[in-house]
């Protein structure tokens, strides 16, 4: 049975950091990433990360904020947060792509990131 399991959400003070995790499990992935949901407001992708290569993509509205990263000996991706501001406060999401050039096919449960001013 395929699972994303995030972890690491919560509450923080803008301009603070939280670093959110991602544990797969049941198969690997050609692509993991992150995506979030703030109320009232369509999905947005945040971040992706070829899991062979490594090669990484962020939305711009994180550039210089925002990384990407993974362990392939725990199969888990994480996202570090920096600089948050309240406009980062969302459901995130962690997803994966079976191939490489497909969609999203695998989704977490999500985790709250909730940024207070």
């Known amino acids: 049975q395929v699972q994303l399991v995030e972890s690491g959400g919560g509450l923080v003070q803008a301009g603070g950091s939280l670093r959110l995790s991602c544990a797969a499990s049941?198969?690997?992935?050609?692509?993991m990433g992150w995506f979030r949901q703030a109320p009232g407001k369509d999905r947005e992708y945040v971040a992706g990360?070829?899991?062979?290569?490594?090669?990484?993509f962020r939305a711009v509205s994180v550039k210089g904020r925002f990384t990407i990263s993974r362990d392939s000996a725990k199969n888990t991706v994480y996202l570090q947060m920096n600089s948050l501001k309240p406009e980062d406060t969302a459901v995130y999401y962690c997803?994966?792509?079976?191939?490489?050039?497909?969609?999203?096919?695998?989704w977490g449960q999500g985790t709250q990131v909730t940024v207070s001013s």
């Open positions: 997803a994966a792509k079976s191939d490489l050039g497909g969609e999203y096919d695998y």
């Open positions: 990360i070829n899991w062979s290569g490594g090669n990484t």
């Open positions: 049941g198969r690997t992935f050609s692509v």
